[in-house]
């Protein structure tokens, strides 16, 4: 079992030991003798209603797609219109948050700039548009955003049913359980009964079933349209847990009045690889969103950021003149063969990634980067040459 402290260093979590309702706590509504309140394991109707069947009636809708574009239909209109259209999330910090300016930021912000980079040389050049959880895909598979970046969750069915396919997995995360301080419980075994606040649309509301029905725990999930419904329900104390992935709920607990009085339990239930995605049927420009993240992996591999790229490119340049130097550099940075003409971009495209964007590390530890703002490791975000899984393919 994976630690969620290694994927949220909460400063509150060594508090767990030891912990109680202290004064001022609002206690969440309990039944008599514990959780043990729904003695047969399953969820409610009302669950049903609320998760399951939307999840059906939208698999009934975006069953077996038709692939809307054709390979290079993207990247064609993308060029014609001006701009990227991005869908992102409608407020998660660490990922994607619009400031009182209007300004967005953000690790998937900052995945959507430096494909603006790479395809305008202008990472300006994006529009975000905010989506919920259950409206994300039919957004993209009508066109109205061209890529989603969206805490979103890489699996089978969305890969191979929707009409929409993954790019890269730009943050490996895992599912997590919120509960208050108050309730006394130091593990998941312990929730026999408990009343689950998450998203309608997610793959959290399907594990999270899987998880305690396998458990052999009774349940009642409550899932909203908006996280901001599911975090105040939760700090209202009309669920027992908030559950979401555990960067997620590492965004929403800093919104809390008293983030101190939330942990999160040991259990990480589910792999939640996020991975920005694309329309089916259009490699060209799944390419393009493929190779924008491998461009910032490989360009920290190479000790390339966004401070050094200029002093770089130019010593490459020299050394490139007379056959010397760093070829795995010169390649990303445009200076060798053109890599930029088959994706159909400028030979400069990942030069300008991270010239304008950075590197992957730094938009992960970006102010408003997991790092940043929420103070995570990068854990399973490393690099592989550090133990992580992140990994560019090579340019070559
Ligand atoms: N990774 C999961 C969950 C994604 C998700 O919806 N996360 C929520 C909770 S962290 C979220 O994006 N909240 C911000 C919002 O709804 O705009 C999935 O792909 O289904």
Redesign the pocket.
């Known amino acids: 079992m994976r630690d969620p402290n290694n994927f949220i260093p909460f400063s509150g979590v060594a508090s767990r030991v030891g912990f109680g309702s202290g004064p001022g706590h609002v206690a969440p509504r309990l039944p008599e003798g514990g959780l043990r309140r729904a003695q047969n394991p399953g969820f409610k109707m009302k669950s049903l209603l609320g998760c399951a069947l939307p999840a059906l009636v939208f698999g009934l809708a975006f069953g077996a797609p038709e692939a809307r574009a054709a390979s290079g239909d993207t990247l064609r209109e993308v060029k014609a219109r001006g701009e990227l259209v991005c869908g992102v999330?409608?407020?998660?910090d660490g990922f994607s948050l619009a400031g009182s300016d209007g300004s967005y930021a953000g690790l998937d912000v900052d995945y959507c700039r430096a494909v603006a980079a790479a395809v305008f040389g202008d990472a300006a050049k994006v529009r975000f548009r905010?989506l919920?959880?259950k409206e994300r895909f039919e957004a993209l598979k009508s066109g109205e955003v061209d890529v989603l970046a969206?805490?979103?969750?890489w699996s089978m069915s969305r890969d191979t049913q929707l009409g929409v396919i993954f790019a890269a997995t730009n943050y490996y995360?895992g599912q997590a359980l919120l509960v208050p301080t108050s309730l006394g419980v130091s593990s998941a075994a312990e929730l026999d009964g408990a009343r689950l606040c998450t998203?309608t649309?997610?793959?959290?509301e399907l594990n999270i079933t899987d998880y305690f029905r396998r458990n052999g725990l009774g349940f009642e999930l409550i899932a909203f349209e908006?996280?901001d419904e599911a975090a105040s329900a939760y700090e209202a104390g009309r669920c027992d847990v908030y559950t979401?992935?555990a960067?997620?709920?590492a965004?929403?607990r800093l919104r809390f009045a008293n983030p101190a009085e939330h942990v999160l339990l040991p259990e990480i239930i589910s792999k939640?690889p996020?991975a920005p995605a694309v329309r089916q049927g259009d490699e060209q420009w799944l390419n393009v969103a493929r190779w924008t993240h491998f461009a910032q992996l490989n360009a920290e591999e190479l000790g390339i950021s966004s401070e050094n790229v200029d002093q770089i490119r130019e010593e490459q340049t020299a050394l490139a003149a007379r056959s010397q130097g760093n070829q795995e550099i010169q390649r990303l940075l445009g200076l060798g063969d053109d890599f930029g003409a088959s994706l159909g971009l400028p030979k400069d495209w990942a030069y300008q990634i991270v010239r304008q964007v950075g590197n992957y590390g730094e938009i992960f530890d970006a102010p408003h980067g997991p790092g940043g703002a929420l103070g995570l490791a990068r854990g399973l975000n490393a690099l592989w040459t550090e133990g992580g899984l992140q990994y560019g393919i090579p340019v070559r």
């Open positions: 999330t409608q407020g998660l905010p919920s959880s969206r805490v979103t969750t995360d998203n649309g997610t793959t959290t908006k996280s979401s992935d960067s997620g709920l965004a929403m939640e996020l």
